[in-house]
């Protein structure tokens, strides 16, 4: 883990002038067609928001089969009419291991919720299609009235190895309604089929996928009333680090204006793998499956992985031991989109708001409860601060360092409806039904009164950011500071409930991160 360092906030180069608006071109109506290079796509009226336009699965890229399977993505190009009325397949997820209902006295011992079981249920239940052919996206936009509105392109979490675009509490509508913005969500690839760890072959390649997404969103969007040149590119958890990944990857042409990063950074989860710790992991899965290992001709054993059928290819990755903790297949260095030292690489000189949330740990911690494994409390403590809080720091030291516009937040928002243990605070993910305005897809009472305050203000801090990342949070409802690690100028969220930015020194949650490790931690729980 980095040591944090104190850097000071500098002057704005002159480019972070006033944003540039373009000016609209035309009127949309609800769910009209819209040309694409994708095809054209008719959309419909979203679901409880009758002035927003829905636009679902359209591909952005080929069927990623065969041939393209583990290759770099190919843009998608059609001319035929495009149905945007339900979502495109879902890219494969991990397989998850059967697990047994949990006891009633497992529930006592997990301290969860009634909302966190019928939580854990749906979830259990999504209703989506996995496919290879999974490249595919989705956008939402209002009525235009005006100039073209910003755009806010998020990328879902998931470890790396699971998540869907499709999931209702990732759904853009709301988003678009409240912020006046155009909302895109994806797909990428996962695990092995994402990141090979093929050390003969191209790795990375779900990062490949999201740079295709991020090129078709800026040749496509203006045509959904979003403005090309105020893109926001925002994720959580895996989904954030991704987005930090891709800051990195393509410093001199990142497209984007800007990047909010909700408890994920290129400092997280233990990661970047070196290439010889993927390619293992790679010869594991060639060499369970039959086709050889490291002294097998790499040709025949891409030409085997490639054709094998895709429940026996996810069945052979490794998910136990370290692998039940951390995703076996993962971003790995190649230094030119994944680099092995980011303490020394350079990111997109563009404004970043990052963050994480009180109490991160309090999802995992419930859920392995419920299979009869706890921890005590000071694991679960050094693991929060270790993947989540020290690295949300040391990125946002880094922005600093860039010189670039700057704002670090931590999350503490605990509503009964979000709520899934009563022990901790706001657990991994607790934002998001709230930013997305996804609430009522979640069981559990409706929304408080005070909760509907603050979700107008979270997606309003998201929204003004991406209008204006330079300059929005400055002037927003009093004015967010800028980060400065000396200074109260961490934001706390949500804190006692309570809308507004309530500053605190960021050593108040930091102290520990000079000795907070997650490769020591991971050890020690393997024993």
């Known amino acids: 883990m980095q040591y944090f360092t104190v850097f000071t906030v500098l002057s704005l180069p002159l480019a972070w002038a006033s944003p540039h608006f373009q000016q609209k071109q035309n009127n949309c109506t609800i769910g009209q067609i819209i040309d694409t290079s994708s095809g054209s796509v008719a959309g419909h009226a979203a679901t409880d928001y009758p002035e927003v336009s829905e636009y679902l699965g359209i591909p952005y890229g080929q069927a990623p089969v065969g ?193 909010i990063l909700e408890s994920g950074t290129t400092f997280s989860f233990g990661l970047p793998y070196s ?84 109490y991160e740990a309090g999802l995992f911690r419930t859920e392995l409860a419920l299979s009869n494994l706890t921890f005590p409390d000071s694991i679960w403590d050094e693991y929060n601060l270790a993947a989540f809080t020290c690295p949300a720091g040391v990125r946002a030291n880094a922005s600093i360092a860039a010189h670039n516009p700057t704002w670090r937040y931590r999350y503490f928002g605990k509503f009964p409806n979000t709520n899934v243990s009563s022990e901790g605070g706001a657990y991994h993910g607790a934002e998001l039904p709230l930013l997305f305005g996804t609430t009522s897809s979640t069981p559990g009472p409706n929304s408080t009164a005070e909760e509907l305050k603050f979700q107008n203000y979270l997606q309003g801090a998201w929204t003004k950011f991406a209008k204006d990342p330079v300059h929005g949070l400055r002037t927003y409802e009093g004015g967010w500071p800028l980060y400065n690690p000396a200074k109260e100028t961490l934001i706390r969220l949500a804190y006692n409930s309570r809308v507004g930015t309530n500053l605190a020194l960021p050593m108040l949650y930091d102290a520990g991160c000079v000795n907070a490790s997650l490769s020591a931690l991971v050890a020690s729980i393997l024993g």
Not at 116 to 135: I, P, R, W
Not at 144 to 168: L, N, W
Not at 231 to 255: C, E, K, N, R, V
Not at 307 to 323: D, F, H, K, Q
């Open 67 to 259: 041939d393209l399977r583990f290759a770099a993505p190919v843009k998608y190009t059609g001319s035929s009419m495009l149905n945007g009325s339900v979502y495109g397949f879902t890219c494969h997820n991990l397989p998850s291991q059967p697990v047994s209902a949990p006891t009633p006295a497992e529930i006592a011992a997990s301290n969860i919720t009634v909302v966190g079981l019928k939580l854990a249920e749906l979830l259990g239940k999504q209703n989506v299609v996995y496919s290879e052919d999974c490249l595919n996206l989705n956008v939402w936009s209002k009525r235009q009235t005006g100039e073209k509105k910003a755009v806010m392109v998020f990328i879902h979490g998931g470890a790396f190895d699971g998540g869907t675009a499709s999931s209702p509490a990732l759904n853009g509508a709301g988003l678009t309604d409240q912020g006046d913005v155009v909302t895109v969500t994806l797909n990428y690839r996962l695990s092995i089929l994402g990141f090979p760890g093929n050390p003969a072959a191209q790795n990375n390649v779900a990062f490949l996928d999201q740079r295709l997404a991020m090129e078709w969103v800026r040749e496509n969007i203006a045509n959904f009333g979003g403005d090309p040149e105020r893109i926001t590119l925002f994720g959580q958890s895996a989904g954030a680090s991704s987005a930090d990944y891709y800051a990195y990857a393509w410093p001199s042409d990142p497209i984007v204006a800007g990047i």
């Open 275 to 358: 290439k010889s710790v993927s390619a293992e992991a790679w010869y594991t899965v060639t060499a369970a499956l039959g086709f050889g290992n490291a002294s097998t001709d790499s040709g025949t054993l891409l030409s085997c992985m490639r054709n094998v059928e895709i429940t026996s290819l996810l069945s052979a990755v490794p998910t136990t031991g370290l692998a039940a903790l951390i995703s076996a297949f993962g971003p790995t260095v190649d230094n030119t989109i994944v680099f092995s030292n980011y303490t020394q690489q350079k990111p997109a000189r563009i404004p970043v708001l990052v963050g994480s949330n009180d």
